[in-house]
């Protein structure tokens, strides 16, 4: 049972089922998927299991993944006598750079303890600043060797645990077969257009923008190699391709406007320039799709890199590859594509279908994210300088030098050829696919309200730029959907998904008091409830009163400040208590601090007390931590106790420690 945001542990999940196969019958359930609360077979799998295995990554401030709770809910709840005395596996992904580590499978392990489970091994965690691969590998061997130690464990069993330790996994064996498999057909955009006509160059906006990157996931080619001849159906197939949707929940608004709110130049050496923008988008050409104040939306991003950088990594690549070129990709092993969606994403998004290299690579591949150790291992045989390759080796074998490595300079793909030369014109489009990561959608909160804004969504982005390294190796760091979305102009189209987070709803009954806590750009969610509040109140609703605490670097940021001001004055807004950890002439203030001060204890304690109370808490995870903290220590225990239990707390949180 896998829980994944990004598709890291479902990944993991893949390659544990992988090397678990070989001596046991395996099953994956997606705890995220849309109908998982409801699934009528999970819980008779469960039951009939002889183990469960949970992997699961971390979301928010310590917690499962947000889609997830309804099945977990269920699992722990009404059907936790299931797994009494069943035995049973956790392994976490997180960051260590976050107060909470780890917190998903934490949470897992101690509904387990409640349930009555066995945990065969020690909870495994991975971290993402660290390295998971070493942990990743340890705890999947003591997992086979506890299996094996079993009186009543199979040959197999026995068998696998002797074989995994003297070998990494049968991963990279499987990885390897995959690739031997693999058929690339390269057809250049002119051929393209003599064989697919009109519809291919009229809608070919369409292909590489709407439908994420070109991939035609909808198209399902049959067909060995063969020449230009064989693509003359593609005409049908793309009609039929553009007239479905490629998922109900996926959607594409145009962008009307951009307004850069704050642009300042770093501090220090490090950090290079920071900014926030408010950007507005348009739905009605979407279909004008429903959301709620406190829902995110999920962005598909793009790479923020240069159509020169492209064409130059693209041509570096064998087979004399052009950035303008199509692929056509075939598997020719079908007992080989069992578990490639989770296992191998990149590659099983573009098999059987016309892919066009540009938009393969300006939207849908990590280019940005760091080289694998394993990918390391591979690239030191391809390497025909012999410096080059000693250093691939130890970054594939060191996990050490592979971190320090990740450090200095990050490791990037797009990097590839800049630093190891000798590999241009050795890499394949296959091995990239098989090697490279996809990009994955981004989370912001929508920071408006559709009774107050119409058929639009309106995001608040912050943008950091900073630098890492030093010399030659110095690079500009920025966030990729981040800088995305601070450098789209209006009349671009964004493709996103919608997210409903129910847990931070304004709560049903206006007059209900709340109070906000909030730094920076995590005002963003509060801006479309504070909307919302004016709504209840244009209609005569009673409103209950409402707070703010709304910390920032200085006066001088200003983020919303008259639209918050605006808001007290028309008593959306109760009062609102402003604080700075930078502002000249004046002592560091914090939320933390503002929450102490006298004059924000003699509101909240009373106001807190009240059996409909609640407390909205938007920023960073450490600021959060921290909020809940001081919370715990000026309220009174019952109080605090009786706001927790109840759900009363609404975390949403989205930074890590510094």
Not at 8 to 29: K, P
Request: net charge negative; charged share 25%; glycine share 8%.
């Amino acid at each position: 049972i896998y829980a994944s945001v990004t598709g890291n542990a479902q990944t993991h999940a893949a390659d544990l089922g992988s090397i678990l196969s070989s001596c046991c019958s395996i099953t994956f359930f997606d705890a995220c998927g849309v109908n998982a609360p409801s699934d009528p077979k999970i819980m008779s799998q469960v039951k009939d299991a002889k183990m469960v295995i949970f992997v699961s990554s971390t979301q928010g401030n310590g917690e499962t993944p947000s889609v997830s709770v309804n099945f977990f809910s269920r699992l722990f709840g009404e059907n936790g006598y299931l797994l009494k005395e069943k035995e049973c596996a956790v392994l976490g992904f997180g960051s260590s750079a976050y107060p909470i580590f780890c917190g998903g499978a934490v949470f897992i392990s101690t509904m387990l303890a409640r349930c009555g489970a066995m945990e065969l091994v020690s909870r495994g965690e991975c971290d993402a600043v660290k390295g998971e691969g070493r942990t990743f590998n340890a705890w999947a061997c003591s997992l086979v060797v506890k299996m094996a130690s079993n009186p009543s464990a199979s040959p197999r069993v026995v068998e696998l645990a002797q074989s995994i330790q003297d070998s990494k996994s049968s991963i990279l064996g499987k990885r390897r077969d995959i690739l031997d498999s693999l058929d690339v057909q390269i057809f250049s955009e002119d051929h393209c257009k003599t064989a697919v006509g009109n519809v291919f160059v009229t809608q070919r906006g369409n292909l590489t923008g709407s439908m994420n990157a070109g991939l035609l996931r909808r198209s399902k080619m049959r067909r060995g190699r063969g020449d230009l001849s064989r693509l003359q159906s593609l005409r049908q197939i793309i009609v039929s391709t553009l007239e479905e949707e490629e998922s109900d929940n996926v959607f594409v608004g145009t962008v009307k406007s951009r307004n850069e709110m704050i642009h300042e130049v770093g501090c220090n050496e490090e950090e290079k320039e920071r900014g926030t923008s408010l950007i507005k988008i348009d739905l009605q050409g979407s279909g004008n799709p429903p959301y709620e104040p406190g829902d995110h939306v999920r962005v598909y991003p793009r790479n923020s890199i240069s159509q020169e950088q492209l064409e130059m990594f693209v041509g570096h690549l064998s087979r004399n590859l052009a950035l303008d070129d199509q692929i056509y990709v075939t598997l020719e092993s079908q007992d080989l594509k069992s578990d490639l969606k989770v296992h191998l994403p990149l590659l099983n998004s573009t098999l059987d279908s016309l892919v066009p290299l540009r938009g393969l690579f300006e939207k849908e591949v990590a280019v940005n994210a760091p080289i694998s150790m394993e990918s390391c291992v591979d690239l030191a045989q391809m390497a025909s300088e012999e410096a080059e390759k000693l250093v691939l080796q130890e970054l594939g074998n060191d996990e050490d030098e592979y971190e320090k490595m990740i450090g200095i300079c990050g490791l990037k793909w797009i990097d590839l050829f800049e630093r190891f030369p000798s590999l241009s014109t050795k890499v394949s489009i296959e091995f990239l696919l098989c090697s490279m990561k996809k990009n994955h959608v981004r989370s912001y909160s929508i920071s408006s309200c559709k009774a107050i804004v119409g058929p639009e969504m309106h995001l608040v982005v912050g943008r950091f730029v900073y630098s890492r390294g030093s010399g030659d190796n110095k690079k500009i760091e920025v966030g990729v959907c981040s800088n995305y979305l601070s450098s789209i102009l209006p009349g671009e189209e964004v493709m996103f998904e919608l997210e409903s987070m129910r847990h931070f709803h304004l709560p049903p009954d206006p007059s209900s008091p709340v109070f906000f806590i909030c730094t920076g750009t995590g005002y963003a969610p509060f801006r479309g409830l504070l909307q919302k509040r004016a709504h209840f109140q244009s209609r005569g609703e009673k409103l209950g009163p409402a707070y703010l605490i709304f910390g920032s670097r200085s006066s001088n940021e200003g983020l919303f400040h008259d639209e918050i001001r605006e808001f007290h004055e028309k008593d959306v807004l109760s009062g609102v208590f402003f604080c700075y950890s930078r502002e000249p002439g004046t002592k560091k203030e914090y939320t933390t601090d503002k929450l102490r001060s006298a004059e924000v204890k003699t509101i909240l304690v009373p106001f807190m007390s009240q059996v409909n109370s609640h407390i909205f808490i938007c920023g960073s995870a450490n600021m959060a931590e921290g909020c809940k903290t001081v919370l715990r220590e000026i309220l009174p225990q019952d109080c605090f106790d009786s706001i927790t239990k109840d759900g009363r707390i609404h975390c949403d949180v989205f930074g890590a420690l510094a």
